[in-house]
């Protein structure tokens, strides 16, 4: 493992962080929040000045990294950018403890949008577009921007691609460099799109934008206290709504779309089951509504809502905590489903549903055709068992930090659904969830131990758990 090689790279990613600390500053300035320039401008100069050695003395030979390499990097350059990221919280004093400014910084990042700030209203809105932007910048991946504009990462990027995202992440291109710059043009031009429709809804740029922030990376965080139900606007919530199921569409699906590959998208197992999930649980949670809400109005929260929860973007137009319980189960459920590999989405992801749903299916002929041979196909191709082994070890072990996560939390004197529901919401980047952490929920009054171990529990959601749990292994330490 070399360790000065990963040192000096982390420089590199904290300074390409710290960089864009200047695009708040810059609206500090220009808003005359002077209060929020020494916030922005001590943590920008602190990670880049020590930057300027390495960019300038650093060959630009690609680099080659092994796995260990890779996990280490993307895990620490998560870590040491969310702390970099509460400074403007904690320097302004609007988070006054240093571990809610950390959850916060944390919860941005990794997309999940749960929050410690009770009345963001009153923030300054250079710091509120800071607090969009983390979003922005962690939906699609720091890492993933690093190796579209740093050359010297072609070689290893896909490797550290792999590690920051998913397993399922394919290249689109032969170059991994032009497949990051692909990914994030696509990104770009989404969020510019979501923000000239919400304009055409009422909404200023500044609000525009902030809100496309969250939406294309299945954030959550909204500049208004009662988030998309502030705006009172059918349009706003239907433009959302379509914005939110395509961040958690495979963004590689997308590009098909744009090449005109529409059968290869059609076809495509995790295709398919996302359109299922999403036509079954708006049909249910609209059904549920009918005696409460004209049809109209049913339908347009229902499929808002399970947009906002499949997606784990997290907004909300209404208090669903007072919907029938019918509807309330589907919320939970959508918990613990996540958008599609490929996206900005959280969760467990839908094609590990599909691998773990067919392998259920074989395993029933295989009590009737016990001499049968059985496989999972994915795309009209068989997948191999190391797959579906890969899927069941995954989603035993994010159940079983949900587990523990809840009889933490629980010991702080939450009560144990609303427990669960909190570790449900911050393992699978969701930021709301049901009980006493529903709409509107604000975790200022949790204890700061309980803080640090949720902020991990963002961190490894968002990196897919191995990245983050690998080095409880004591396999990664002979290696």
Known sequence: MRHSLIFRLLLLFLALAAMTMLIPLCLALAWGEGEMILPFLIPALGGMIPALPVAIFT????????ASDGF?????????????????????????????????SVSGFSTTGATVIGDVEKLPRSLLFWRAMTHWLGGMGIVVLSVALLPLLGVGGFQLLKAETAPEKEKITPKITETAKILWLIYTALTALETLLLM???????????????????????????????????WIEGVCTVFMLLAAFN?????????????EVLTNSETRAYGLVILVSVGISAFALLPTLPAGEALGKASFHVASILSTTGFSSADYSLWP????AVIFFLLFTGGCSGSTAGGIKVIR?????????????????????????LNNKVGS?????????????????????????????MDLFSS????????????????????????RDLPAGIIWVLSFVMIAGRLELWTALVFFSRAYWRH
């Open 251 to 263: 963004f590689t699906m997308i590009y098909r779309l744009i090449q005109g590959k529409y059968r």
């Open 200 to 234: 055409l809804g009422g909404m200023d740029w500044f609000d525009a934008l902030t809100h496309a922030f969250s939406t294309i990376a299945s954030g959550g965080f909204s500049v208004r206290n009662n988030s998309i139900a502030a705006y009172h606007s059918p």
């Open 325 to 328: 319980a019918a509807a309330q």
């Open 420 to 443: 669960l529901s909190l570790a449900a919401l911050t393992l699978g980047n969701v930021g709301i969830g049901l009980g006493a952490t529903g709409p509107g929920a604000v975790f």
């Open 72 to 104: 280490l990097l993307v895990f620490s350059a998560w870590v040491l950018i969310s702390l970099l990221g509460a400074f403007p919280y904690y320097l302004s004093g609007a988070i006054p403890r240093f571990s809610g400014a950390v959850f916060e």
């Open 385 to 413: 068992k190391n797959v579906v082994y890969g899927v069941a070890g995954f989603v035993f072990l994010y159940l079983a930090i949900v587990l523990v996560v809840t009889l933490i939390v629980s010991g702080s004197g």
């Open 59 to 66: 060959g630009k030979r690609p680099i080659r990294f092994s």
């Open 353 to 377: 549903h599909v691998i773990l749903t067919k392998q259920a299916g074989n395993e029933m002929k295989r009590l009737l055709y016990p001499r049968g041979i059985f496989s999972v196909r």
